[in-house]
T-cell receptor
Framework: GAGVSQSPSNKVTEKGKDVELRCDPISGHTALYWYRQSLGQGLEFLIYFQGNSAPDKSGLPSDRFSAERTGGSVSTLTIQRTQQEDSAVYLC?????????????FGPGTRLTVT | GENVEQHPSTLSVQEGDSAVIKCTYSDSASNYFPWYKQELGKGPQLIIDIRSNVGEKKDQRIAVTLNKTAKHFSLHITETQPEDSAVYFCAANGGNEKLTFGTGTRLTIIP
């Protein structure tokens, strides 16, 4: 079946512009995660959605970052007034339910470059 | 919160030899320890995981061991093949739904 998809695959933007990154999770998966992966680094947790519960936003690095999940499916990560340090690969993952019960399936990521 | 350290950062082994990657974690509440393989331009893919109620798990050429007392876990790949070349990440869940990842090991298999 279809896996997690993300769009766009690549995004180049000028410093100060806003960007929106999209994630389509696997159908039926109630949990959705966003991570950031800087060059040569591990994955940094950003935000977690589980069903209709309030999202866990504890990993968002600043108030320029926000995310929403509409209808319990598609999610959008928004970065306002982008900075060069925001350049990274943004990964989305989904699972049937939260850990530690179910495996997280990752999308291919969106590579964001802020010039 | 949880802190995960991973070693080595790079590892080169001859094809057919074994590779071992080690991770330590800080939060004794962690009870789920997955390992992910990430190939160039792709998202991470789960290759094996272990929960705190067991000490070892095997899946063909891949095995993971867990020492809860010492708070460390390791990935073992035997009879390595060129397609094993990738970046490998360990992670721990800190007793909740979020994963904390190690910084990755770039494994290169030398033909």
């Amino acid at each position: 079946g279809a896996g997690v998809s993300q769009s766009p695959s690549n995004k180049v933007t000028e410093k100060g512009k806003d960007v929106e990154l999209r994630c389509d999770p696997i159908s039926g998966h109630t949990a959705l995660y966003w991570y950031r992966q800087s060059l040569g680094q591990g994955l940094e947790f950003l935000i977690y959605f589980q069903g209709n519960s309030a999202p866990d936003k504890s990993g968002l690095p600043s108030d320029r970052f926000s995310a929403e999940r509409t209808g319990g499916s598609v999610s959008t990560l928004t970065i306002q007034r982008t900075q060069q340090e925001d350049s990274a690969v943004y990964l989305c993952a989904s699972s049937l339910a939260g850990l530690p019960t179910y495996e997280q399936y990752f999308g291919p990521g969106t590579r964001l470059t802020v010039t | 919160g949880e802190n995960v350290e991973q070693h080595p950062s790079t590892l080169s082994v001859q094809e057919g030899d074994s590779a071992v990657i080690k991770c330590t974690y800080s939060d004794s509440a962690s009870n789920y320890f997955p390992w992910y393989k990430q190939e160039l331009g792709k998202g991470p893919q789960l290759i094996i995981d272990i929960r705190s109620n067991v000490g070892e798990k095997k899946d063909q050429r891949i095995a993971v061991t867990l020492n809860k007392t010492a708070k460390h876990f390791s990935l073992h790949i035997t009879e390595t093949q060129p397609e094993d070349s990738a970046v490998y990440f360990c992670a721990a869940n800190g007793g909740n739904e979020k994963l904390t990842f190690g910084t990755g090991t770039r494994l290169t298999i030398i033909p």
